[in-house]
C-alpha cells in the first residue's frame, strides 16, 4: 500500500468551528492534494501544492485554507465550517519521477452539524 | 472548461460478459490521462496513466486505451471482483487533476 495516511478518519463538528485535516506521506512525492467527494460532483480539487511552502487554489477552494511546513505534511483548515462542507475528504499525492502515478489516502469522513 | 465526461453511470454484467466504459474530456493543455478503481469506503485505487494517443495499456482482466477525444477502459470476462466504480481523471498543465464522476460497475456471479 502507498504510506499516505489521514487523519482523523472520522470528524462530527458543529457549524462555525475551525477543522484541521492533516494528510501525512512516506513517498516523498513532490505534489500533493486535496479533493472532496460528493454524490454527483466525483472528486473535486480543493488546493494542492507543489513544493514545501508553495501551494494554489483548486476549483472549490471557497472556505478553504492549506498549510505545507514538510514535504510529507498537508494540512487542510477549514476556518470556519459550514453544513455545505460535509463531505469525504480525500488527499492524493503525485511525482514527475516514473512511474507517475498518484496515490490517495484512506479518507477523512467530516459531518458538519 | 474543462470537463471529463463518463459513461455510462452504472454497468450490470453477467460474470464473462465483456464490455467498456468510455472516458470523454475537453482539456486545454492536456499531460495525461489516468483510470483508477474505488471500492465502497475506500480511497481511489491507480491502475494507469496513458500519456499519447495510440497508446495501450493492461492489467490482467482490464485494459486501457487513449485517442485525442476520450479513452476506454476495456474489461475482458469479468468477475464479481471487479465490481467497484471506476474513475477517469485528466491531468493539465500545472499538474492538476480533474476527475470525472465515474462509472458504477457491478458484476453479477
Known amino acids: 500500500d502507498a504510506g499516505i495516511t489521514q487523519s482523523p478518519r472520522h470528524k462530527v463538528t458543529e457549524t462555525g468551528t475551525p477543522v484541521t485535516l492533516r494528510c501525512h506521506q512516506t513517498?516523498?512525492?513532490?505534489?500533493m492534494y486535496w479533493y472532496r467527494q460528493d454524490p454527483g460532483h466525483g472528486l473535486r480539487l480543493i488546493h494542492y501544492?507543489?513544493?514545501?511552502?508553495?501551494?494554489d487554489k483548486g476549483e472549490v477552494s471557497d472556505g478553504y485554507s492549506v498549510s505545507r511546513s514538510k514535504t510529507e505534511d498537508f494540512l487542510l483548515t477549514l476556518e470556519s465550517a459550514t453544513s455545505s462542507q460535509t463531505s469525504v475528504y480525500f488527499c492524493?499525492?503525485?511525482?514527475?519521477?516514473?512511474?507517475?502515478?498518484?496515490?490517495f489516502g484512506p479518507g477523512t469522513r467530516l459531518t458538519v452539524t | 472548461e474543462d470537463q471529463v465526461t463518463q459513461s455510462p453511470e452504472a454497468l450490470r454484467l453477467q460474470e464473462g460478459e465483456s464490455s467498456s466504459l468510455n472516458c470523454s474530456y475537453t482539456?486545454?493543455?492536456?499531460?495525461?490521462l489516468f483510470w483508477y478503481r474505488q471500492d465502497p469506503g475506500k480511497g481511489p485505487e491507480f491502475l494507469f496513466t496513458?500519456?499519447?494517443a495510440g497508446e495501450e495499456k493492461e492489467k490482467e482482466r482490464l485494459k486501457a486505451t487513449l485517442t485525442k477525444k476520450e479513452s476506454f477502459l476495456h474489461i475482458t470476462a469479468p468477475k464479481p471482483e471487479d465490481s467497484a466504480t471506476y474513475l477517469c481523471?485528466?491531468?493539465?498543465?500545472?499538474?492538476?487533476?480533474?476527475f470525472g464522476t465515474g462509472t458504477s460497475l457491478t458484476v453479477i456471479p
Open positions: 492524493a499525492t503525485w511525482d514527475q519521477r516514473f512511474p507517475y502515478e498518484q496515490y
Open positions: 501544492s507543489y513544493g514545501v511552502k508553495d501551494t
Open positions: 513517498e516523498n512525492h513532490r505534489y
Open positions: 496513458l500519456y499519447s
Open positions: 482539456v486545454s493543455g492536456l499531460r495525461g
Open positions: 481523471a485528466v491531468q493539465v498543465t500545472g499538474n492538476q487533476f480533474y
